[in-house]
């Protein structure tokens, strides 16, 4: 019997509807899971954590965004760790800032396991809409607003410094992150984007904004749109309706030390520091016999490398390579003769280390993130660098004549431990008044040939050439103390 057209046309509908079938049993049958946490929907399972008589601690974000506000937020939210928050409170009113203290700032507010609310008092602008959107639920205060997240320069100018290459990798970068944050917390990715792209289309809202105009939204439009959940007056009137009941409220501080290291990690302060250490180890090379300054010098090494550490941006390495440059300094100055590889790696570990602790890395690839977070750090260390020099002419010229500086310097033929010591001894110096010359560099210590001999010597601070005629002026104990001799020579 033969297949007519018909039969043909039945089986094939039959196929059709079988693999139709497969089709549709393969597709996910809804969309994707939402969990309900009090009167919230989150992207992500938080309903392990309580809403009766819950910790809730509130994190302020407030002013400009830079390296100290990234400090400070770093250490509330390890107490928050500590304490074992079951919800977070953002509560966010700034203009934004630096883009790499924010990106710092984001990571935090990802890696939060509990339910985090970020609550706009006031302004979420810029880098603060992004932190905005790092939170599971946008909730919107009164006269709240969020957007214009456009990156700029510190000068108003866009990123790039007019290099459209370089201005565009960043721009795709902040475009990515915004559309990838909001994603990620189950908020509308279209919107984000428009934030920072004011050519991206919102086909979806064709009246919201002007054409290529960045989107910022009020808290009524936030709220109608359905970014922010809803509205509230203040952190109690946020939590009531979001379903926590008798809710213990922390708003961690600072200690006092904290509050310090905050400080010092403040570029400004950072680089006054910076320069205060090299004063103080310039004038203490200056001065024979007196730790004053390079008391000075350490405490202000001290304190830098305290609050970089305290802020997570610098740890023990950077101390142990900063230790190793300065013993391979040491050694190249007063050991091994010349100048040469030990020194310039002493130098190289110096700078290495300081310009290291002050950077923040967000990730392992050098992205557009990254090279913006080298551009202050190398402005502030190098500045330090810089102004030393005038400031060294300025201590070898001007100190000398100043009392307080007298006092604290040492005249190496008459300290008092000087010659008491030449007392005790019963004699005459040994090589007072006799000449030789350098055997190696003098900076200002070194080796020295007087008569026939090969003596260790020091010079009151100056700079003397290997082959250069010396005198011995002073002798201390075992040190020799010699100047360069400038009698006439026939």
Known sequence: MMNTPRHWAGRLAVVFLLLLAQLCLAAPTSAPQHFFHGTQKFIRDVTSYRLDNANVYVIPIRDEIRNDMAFRFHRLVLKARAGKADAIVLDIHTLGGSVDSMKQMLDEILAFQCPVYSYVNNDAISAGAV???????????????IGA?????????????????????????MRGMLRSTALSRGHDPDLAQRMTDPSYPLKKYP????????????YDQATSLGLAAY??????????KAGFKNPQIITPSLTWSEALAGVTVNPVVSGLLMLIALAAFYLEFKMTGSFVPASIGILALALFFWGKML?????????????????????????????????IAGIAFILGSLLFSMINLPSSRWDAV???????????MSSAVLLAVPMFIAITRYLP???????????PARTPAALQEEALRGAPPKYLGKSGRALSDL???????????RVPVVTRGEYIEQGTPIKVIAERGNEIIVAQDESPRF
């Open 370 to 380: 990254n090279m913006d977070a080298m551009k202050v750090p190398l402005f502030v």
């Open 131 to 145: 932190l905005a959107l790092g939170g599971d639920v946008i909730v919107m205060g009164p006269s709240g607003k």
């Open 311 to 343: 802020a997570d941006l610098a740890s023990y390495i950077e101390v142990v390579v900063f230790i190793l440059g300065v013993v391979l300094l040491l050694l190249e100055i007063f050991v091994i003769p010349g100048f040469g590889l030990a020194g």
């Open 401 to 411: 004549s100043v009392p307080m500086f007298r006092s604290l310097a040492t005249d």
């Open 149 to 173: 997240a456009y990156p700029i320069t510190g000068t108003g100018q866009p990123v790039g410094e007019g290099n459209k290459r370089v201005e565009e990798k960043f721009l795709s970068y």
């Open 207 to 218: 009246a919201l904004v002007r054409e290529d105009e960045l989107l910022t939204l009020t």
């Open 443 to 453: 900076r200002p210590s070194g080796i020295a040939e007087i008569g026939v001999e």
């Open 231 to 240: 509205q509230a007056d203040n952190v109690n009137d946020l939590l009531e």
